[in-house]
């Protein structure tokens, strides 16, 4: 499955509620969700994202929150996928929970704007002529992203399978 | 191969010998979600084909992160807990019976022992009484009210060690900002963090709630508090690692050199001691959350305010952490010396601190909170400052309009 997408490039430590203010949280309107996605960090990101798109950050992305709203709101605005340094251990739970893929690349040099090529299978990213290798997911997480989430992984399968 | 208290609970409930770096599937002792996380996780159980949660009894949902309802979208969602509640026989909890966090210990939802999840990061409160809980979304605890189960990687453990007496005024979220400066905001990823040592074993259980729900300010799975010196009003077994577990890392504090600790904007780790800080002038003060508004968090802003005046261009707003905990405040006259101080009461809930109502900061206004987290935009405005410390310290400069050492306070070098 290979995914090729424009980067957006963020730093360190962007905690959930700069990913989703708290205030727009409670809703089930995923639409009002991604009309906020970012917005005290990047006021222009909703305007300017395109589907597809590809967000990178630096370490620990999504720390804060358990909101699952806080991928939702980027999946549903039309991001493909997060690169990272590193993911704040929910975050990166529910990411594939919903369905929309991310991977850890320890190192990278990605700008804004780049057209970033990505193989999930392999966790290959080929930027701007280099190439870089994601950390691996446990399989049960692969399980989990090849079903499109936790929803149908579990309608199919009743039970979680390590 | 001795066992940290983590690895011992996930042996219990995967139903085999585990250690760090295992994984596993796990049964789960209860199941929580709160109106931020209960209307998706409802609907991702029912996507799932879910008919019945796997065991009524064992959960709980709260009404608490907009409550009471601000609007129309969230009264309604408010009504799509109430329903599934109703049809499920789910107990629920409604406007003003508390925040999730302090209703589970208090109600005794979470045990010593037990295996808990909760669809909010600071669940990880429950490793106060060594109950291994953690916060996940709403879609993962979807998944466990269907089967009763989830799968997780057990977490290696950061030992830390604080031993010797606080000094007065400096409280245990004093002792909890020195520890998440030390750690840093995700020093602890995918790590557990047990307490222990002298320090420890003297504290209240309020205090080793403050403590263990800022484990996720580390990206802790999990923080526990040894058990020792624990009191709760029934019986249970003491949640302790077996002397030869294994340990990732262990840090040494010594208690009687942390002071009075501020986090300053706009990260829980941008942790500072009061000395170095500037007489901030602020506007906000807030005394509340899961991670400091129980009885005795307001016993020590009455210690601070008792027959004196807050400082009239700021607003004090106090949202205690349960029913019980302003029932408690009110038979012993914390609520009166606090109003007459000024003080504003709100209901019991988490409105202001995760910024959904109740507390709005205006433009270029500073806050001084005893909540857990300062991240910009926060409490509801991007164009605001968010000063974090202990009850004590929000106190004092709600007294003085600006941020004040409450240790001096206290000794009386300030004056008011």
């Not at chain 2, 010594?254 to 602020?282: F, G, K, M, R, Y």
Request: contains cysteine; negative net charge; hydrophobic residues 40%.
């Amino acid at each position: 499955m290979k995914i090729i997408g424009k980067a957006h490039v963020y730093g360190d430590n962007i905690d959930t509620d700069r990913i989703i203010p708290g205030k727009y949280t409670k809703t089930l309107d995923m639409q009002s969700l991604a009309e906020h996605v970012l917005e005290d960090l990047d006021p222009e990101f909703s305007k300017k994202v395109q589907q597809g798109d590809i967000v990178v950050a630096g370490e620990n992305f999504g720390c804060g929150s358990s909101r699952e709203q806080a991928p939702l709101a980027l999946k549903t605005a039309g991001v493909s996928l997060i690169i990272a340094k590193s993911f704040a251990r929910i975050f990166f739970r529910n990411a594939i929970n919903i369905g929309l893929p991310i991977i850890e690349v320890k190192d990278y040099n990605i700008q804004l704007e780049d057209t970033v090529e990505v193989d999930l299978i392999t966790g290959k990213v080929e930027v701007n002529g280099n190439t870089y290798f994601g950390t691996k997911m446990p399989d049960v997480m692969v399980d989990i992203l090849n079903e499109n989430g936790l929803v149908n992984y579990l309608s199919k399968h009743k039970q979680y399978n390590l | 191969m001795g066992q940290t208290i983590v690895e011992k609970i996930v042996s219990t409930h995967a139903g085999k010998c585990v250690h760090a770096g295992d994984l596993t599937v796990v049964d789960v002792d209860f199941l929580m979600a709160s109106d931020t996380t209960a209307p998706l996780a409802i609907n991702a159980f029912k996507n799932m084909g879910g008919q019945r949660i796997f065991d009524p009894t064992k959960m709980a949902l709260v009404i608490d992160h907009a409550s009471p309802a601000p609007n129309q979208r969230i009264a309604s969602l408010h009504d799509l807990m109430r329903e599934f509640a109703n049809e499920q026989g789910i107990k629920l909890y409604d406007v003003g019976d508390g925040i999730c966090h302090q209703l589970m210990i208090e109600n005794r939802h979470a045990r010593p022992g037990q295996l808990v999840l909760g669809a909010d990061s600071h669940t990880c409160t429950y490793g106060a009484i060594g109950t291994f809980s953690t916060g996940v979304g709403s879609t993962d605890l979807a998944g466990a009210m269907l089967t009763g189960r989830t799968w997780l990687k057990v977490p290696e453990t950061i030992l830390i060690k604080i031993n010797g007496s606080l000094p007065k005024g400096v409280s245990a979220k004093d002792l909890v900002l020195h520890v998440v400066g030390i750690i840093g905001i995700q020093g602890a990823t995918y790590d557990a963090i047990e307490y222990t040592g002298t320090t420890m074993e003297d504290l209240s259980l309020d205090s080793r709630m403050t403590i263990a729900s800022m484990s996720i300010e580390m990206g802790a799975k999990a923080g526990f508090i040894h058990t020792k010196g624990l009191s709760l009003p029934y019986e249970f077994e003491h949640v302790l690692p077996d002397s030869d577990a294994t340990y990732k890392q262990i840090i040494d504090i010594d208690a009687s050199t942390v002071t009075s600790q501020v986090a300053v904007p706009h990260s829980p780790d941008n942790v500072v001691s009061i000395e170095n800080l500037n007489e901030i002038i602020i506007h906000q003060a807030f005394i509340g959350s899961c991670t400091n508004g129980r009885l005795e968090d307001l016993h020590a802003a009455a210690e601070i305010l008792k027959d004196k005046r807050v400082h009239p261009n700021v607003r004090l707003i106090i949202a205690p952490a349960s029913r019980k905990v302003f029932l408690d405040a009110l038979q012993d006259g914390t609520v009166e010396t606090l109003t007459k101080a000024g003080a504003t009461f709100l209901p019991s809930g988490c409105g202001p601190c995760v910024g959904t109502h109740l507390g709005i900061p205006g433009n270029n206004e500073v806050i001084v909170s005893s909540t857990n987290r300062n991240f910009l935009g926060r409490m509801g405005n991007r164009n605001s400052d968010i000063y974090l410390g202990s009850p004590a310290f929000v106190a004092a400069a709600a007294l003085r309009g600006k941020i004040t050492n409450p240790q001096k306070l206290l000794e009386g070098v300030c004056g008011s």
